[in-house]
């Protein structure tokens, strides 16, 4: 029956979840996610560990390498990941691919990120496990480029010629996913460029959607006007006859844009609660779901009724849970509770697999930690799940 995985989900079983970890990886675990749930180490880790790697200290690159890096980052390259990717893929979880490049400038660097990118779409298509890669625009073109365009402010002839290199890029890449049939989805990045980019993927989606999706658009929730934003790129795509690939988020600059807000004495566009957000969350997830055969979307969250609501809505409205149009993805080291759960039910779940060198990847391992920092008032959730499953297993 296409229904009948709803029954048995359980987000709440741990021996599901952590199957794939054994006995002292495990205990690993509980102790990497103790560390960081002190506040006062991870944030004196978040200040040190950029310079400490900088001027090369001993011992710091091998020491980030063996926690931290192991557990959210798939490898330091491609071939890395390929390890990752088989293993998610015994426990019927799919990989998206994302190179941990950000703020790319010149042009030797840029073009660095499309050959590495290419490769990803390459692999990809190699395994019936990677349905998609990610790219950030940031790291296609540099980013006062990204924030002129979106002025209007007229541009020089040199950020014109930047301004065709970055097209040219961003075409070549979709067009290579589209030739392979991989899907690539575009991050969200800080509201001063945004438009530019939403702009960008656009035009994308309208060359490489008409058949099927091959090109996403991130759409961050914790923005009041994201969602009637979702609703106003539907209809955008319905009148120029493609589809719409939509992953929903939460949002990842809260505190950046709230400063920034204030900087320049304007209301701020973040929601003014995280309950106003999610509710706005849960009605995109809704709406993308009521309009499932020409919107593809990814309910790119972790929070747990998020995921319930989407599995609940699927077995409601008697969808096939495999359907391509209907997915969920967690980031890879987090929320195994929710993935593997949603695997053994049988639905389309993905881990979002960073891959790079230590030093590229620095600002996403720093994000994580500080994610995980005081997410509940004694233990955050991650830990209380892994605590769980220790005691289960009678260790």
Not at 92 to 119: C, F, M, P, R
């Amino acid at each position: 029956m296409a229904n009948s995985a709803f029954e048995y989900l359980d987000f709440d079983n741990t021996e599901i979840a952590f199957s794939y970890k054994s006995n002292k990886e495990l205990k690993r675990l509980k102790w990497l996610f103790k560390v960081m749930n002190n506040s006062t180490l991870v944030n004196l880790g978040s200040k040190l560990t950029p310079t400490l790697l900088k001027y090369h200290f001993p011992f710091v690159s091998t020491m980030v390498k063996e926690t931290i890096f192991k557990q959210f980052v798939g490898g330091e390259t491609i071939m890395d990941t390929q390890k990752v990717i088989d293993q998610l893929f015994n426990y019927n979880a799919l990989t998206i691919l994302d190179y941990g490049a950000e703020s790319k400038s010149g042009q030797d660097e840029l073009d660095a990120v499309v050959d590495e990118l290419t490769k990803a779409i390459e692999l990809a298509a190699a395994n019936n496990s990677v349905p998609i890669i990610t790219t950030k625009l940031t790291s296609l073109a540099p980013n006062e480029l990204l924030i002129k365009m979106q002025t209007d402010t007229l541009l020089t002839e040199a950020e014109e010629h930047e301004k065709k290199q970055l097209i040219r890029r961003l075409d070549a890449l979709c067009k290579k996913a589209y030739d392979l049939n991989v899907g690539i989805m575009v991050d969200a990045e800080e509201s001063w460029m945004q438009d530019t980019i939403d702009q960008l993927v656009d035009e994308m989606m309208r060359a490489y959607n008409q058949k099927a999706v091959t090109v996403w658009n991130t759409f961050q929730l914790y923005r009041k006007d994201k969602l009637d934003f979702l609703k106003a790129s539907f209809e955008k795509a319905e009148a120029n006859g493609y589809l719409l690939g939509a992953k929903l988020v939460r949002g990842a600059y809260m505190e950046k844009e709230r400063d920034r807000a204030s900087e320049l004495g304007v209301s701020s566009i973040i929601q003014e609660s995280k309950e106003e957000t999610d509710i706005d969350y849960n009605k995109a997830l809704t709406f993308c779901i009521e309009h499932y055969e020409k919107i593809a979307s990814v309910c790119a969250s972790h929070n747990t009724k998020s995921n319930q609501l989407q599995a609940h809505i699927i077995e409601k409205s008697k969808i096939d849970v495999k359907h391509p149009h209907l997915n969920f993805c967690q980031l890879y080291g987090m929320s195994d509770n929710l993935t593997f759960n949603l695997a053994k039910a049988g639905y389309n779940v993905a881990k979002y697999v960073p891959y790079g060198p230590l030093r590229e990847v620095v600002p996403y391992l720093i994000r994580r930690a500080q994610e995980n920092t005081a997410v509940t008032t004694d233990m955050s959730r991650e830990l209380r799940f892994i605590t769980k499953e220790i005691k289960r297993r009678g260790l």
